[in-house]
């Protein structure tokens, strides 16, 4: 067994999974003063969450059953609804048509029915929703949801996360225009979530585990990566630089590649400039009332309403609960210089205006409405997205560097398959330890 360290770069989920599943011992580099990224919980108003509500579901039954013993868990039924036109349509969309006014329940099921885009082909991402639910749930929703979390037309992207969706049988569809109750997405109708402590609890408990193997360096930004020509990496971070003959990144391409030296190749440059992300504003809102209903989120299609979608955290267990409030967490994305640009008081004033505007919560109800930003939140799937990203993979793998993670490997992942990439980056590690 080989016994040196490998060099891992960043200190959230993947990094800790990562460190996890090998065999031999592990350093991460992290630029922040603590561990999790994405998974890290805040506390606001006395209350603790995560970068937008992080619930736990997977189709992987060890992958699920790994995350779900690392700390107690709630197992909550999820309840989401859609805003449309001043009514909660339960989600998925299609599965509650009769919710709709009369004139868009009748457009819905006519133009699912009777559907002429059902035999091209799903090209985009926008094709895509017209094939498989017709004009009338595409246009009322679909198109506008999307249109509004990822700031990207749904033509100009691909099918890569949409592809996943299941066809939703006509029967369903048909029974719930209606009036009859059905229900989509089954995996997704049950979730867990920490107790306490939110996500970033999961992110202790991980650390805790792999201790004795595993080297924490916070505060630790990358500076420089050296690609020595005969193999193995001089790695210089948070001031201290070391030599390692494994390294795998779990920090963003865009923070990795212009560290790297010799620096990569100019149509390696030019794919990475071409990637694009959304980031996050995230805002904790309390109010002594809300109309929300007992839902855990309300996804907000229109396009004059600055957040895509709200969550009650009330709905998580009794440990974000706070007497005398509601805390309710309102998320937008958005990209540099766009019209959610804007510094972080002025969007909790512009979420507030907007609960208030809905009617969600008013205006002289709320106590409290606070700001944080985030960078790197979604990774978007334009229609450029899979052969640039495959350009800078594979290039950063013929120099020896693996990468795993959401914004390593440029993929609009959750915590599960983070978890999923993790282990199978481990297991070929392992097996190269081994021999
Ligand atoms: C709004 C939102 C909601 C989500 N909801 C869910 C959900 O409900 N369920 C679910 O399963 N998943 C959810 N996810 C996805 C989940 O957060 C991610 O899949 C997971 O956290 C990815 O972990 P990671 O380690 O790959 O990446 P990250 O968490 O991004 O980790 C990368 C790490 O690298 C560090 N880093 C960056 N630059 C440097 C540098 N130069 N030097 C050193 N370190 C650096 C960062 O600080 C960070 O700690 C959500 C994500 C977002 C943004």
Redesign the pocket.
Known sequence: MNREPTCI?????????LAHFLEGSSVI????DR??????SFETGGVCH?????????RDKEVLEFLTSLTPMNRLRRSNKIFYRGRFVKYPFENELSALPDADRDWCLETFIDNPYRDYPAENMAAFFYKTFGEGITRAYLEPYNRKIWKFEPALMDTQMVERIPNPPPEDIIASARGESTEGYLHQLH?SYPERGG?GSIIRSLAGKSRVRLDVRLS???EKVRVNPGGGFRVT?GGETGDYSRLVS???VH??LP?LDPPPPPEVRSALEKLKYNS?H?TIVQTARHSLGDNLAVLVPRPDISFHRVTRLDYLGENYRRPGVDTLMA?ITFRPGDRFDLPEEEIAEMVAADLDRLGFAPRSGIKLASTRT?K???VIYDLDHRKNTDTVLSWLRSIGIES??????FEY??????VE??RTCARRINDELRT
């Not at 770069?9 to 999974?17: M, P, Q, R, V, W």
């Not at 561990?35 to 890290?40: A, K, T, W």
């Not at 795993?404 to 490997?409: K, P, Q, T, V």
Request: aromatic content about 14%.
């Open positions: 770069l960043g200190g959230g989920l993947s990094a800790l999974s580099f992290e630029k922040e561990l999790g990224g994405l998974c890290r995560d970068i937008g509500p992080h619930i736990f579901f997977s979730f996500t630790s930004p990358l971070a779990t920090i963003p923070e990795l560290r996050i995230v998320e985030f790197y939140a979604y795993a993670g959401r914004f390593a490997a992942i959750n915590m599960n398959t983070a990439m993790a």
